[in-house]
């Protein structure tokens, strides 16, 4: 059964035009996450929500944007998409317990390609 | 900013062998953390180690943490090609909650 959900899992987008990516999850984790992970790199982290607070990382374009409605639900994004971007982007969830570094269920990922 | 270093970045080894990798950080820790990634998925838990445990196991993974050495290594025994994934450490520096990932060791084992 299907926990953290990504969609679509493949892309294409042009360049310039907006996208945007979903992930929704059935575990009721407080903590939504975002990677970008490119071909034999570590994920770099974007963004979380823990609850409804919004932590953007400080390194993150401004043409990265996200948008959690509910706990269920997190989406991604990408205002003017650009040949740099194209990328796997893989959502995670977790539920933060105190003095512990989050325990983390992704996604499958979502496949960006920017033509 | 990354904080683990895998090593080796690329391994190679037939089925029944053991696979080691290592991991080595910058700063103390609380935590560490071991993840596998299939080719083209997302990344799945492995195991966590705190800072005051030296070794743990699950299944056919062992896991060490040498906090003198600023260093972790997972052992995976008896490889099966289904073991063939890229693996990544990830350690809570400065404290924070979010796990920071390193480069990732690539295994591929072959049947």
């Known amino acids: 059964d299907a926990m953290v959900i990504q969609n679509p899992r493949y892309q294409v987008t042009q360049f310039g035009k907006p996208v945007t990516l979903s992930c929704s999850q059935t575990?009721?984790?407080?903590?939504m996450y975002w990677y970008q992970q490119k071909s034999s790199q570590a994920p770099k982290l974007l963004f979380h929500y823990y609850d409804k607070d919004f932590n953007n990382e400080a390194d993150t374009p401004d043409n990265f944007q996200s948008r959690r409605p509910n706990t269920s639900f997190c989406f991604l994004d990408i205002r003017s998409p650009g040949l740099g971007d194209a990328a796997m982007y893989l959502c995670?969830?977790?539920?933060?317990?105190?003095?512990?570094?989050?325990?983390?269920?992704f996604g499958p990922g979502t496949r960006l390609t920017v033509l | 900013s990354q904080q683990g270093e895998e090593d080796p970045q690329a391994l190679s080894i037939q089925e029944g062998e053991n696979a080691t990798m290592n991991c080595s950080y910058k700063t103390s820790i609380n935590n560490l953390q071991w993840y596998r990634q299939n080719s083209g998925r997302g990344l799945v838990h492995l195991i966590l180690?705190?800072?005051?445990?030296r070794e743990k196991h699950s299944g056919r993974l062992r896991v060490t943490l040498d906090t003198s050495k600023k260093s972790s290594s997972l052992l995976i025994t008896a490889s099966r090609a289904a073991d063939t994934a890229s693996y990544f450490c990830?350690?809570?520096?400065?404290?924070?909650?979010?796990?920071?990932f390193g480069r990732g060791t690539s295994l591929i084992v072959h049947p």
């Open positions: 995670a969830t977790s539920t933060r317990a105190t003095g512990v570094s989050d325990t983390q269920y």
């Open positions: 990830a350690t809570d520096e400065g404290g924070s909650y979010i796990p920071t």
């Open positions: 575990l009721n984790h407080n903590v």
């Open positions: 180690i705190r800072s005051n445990e």
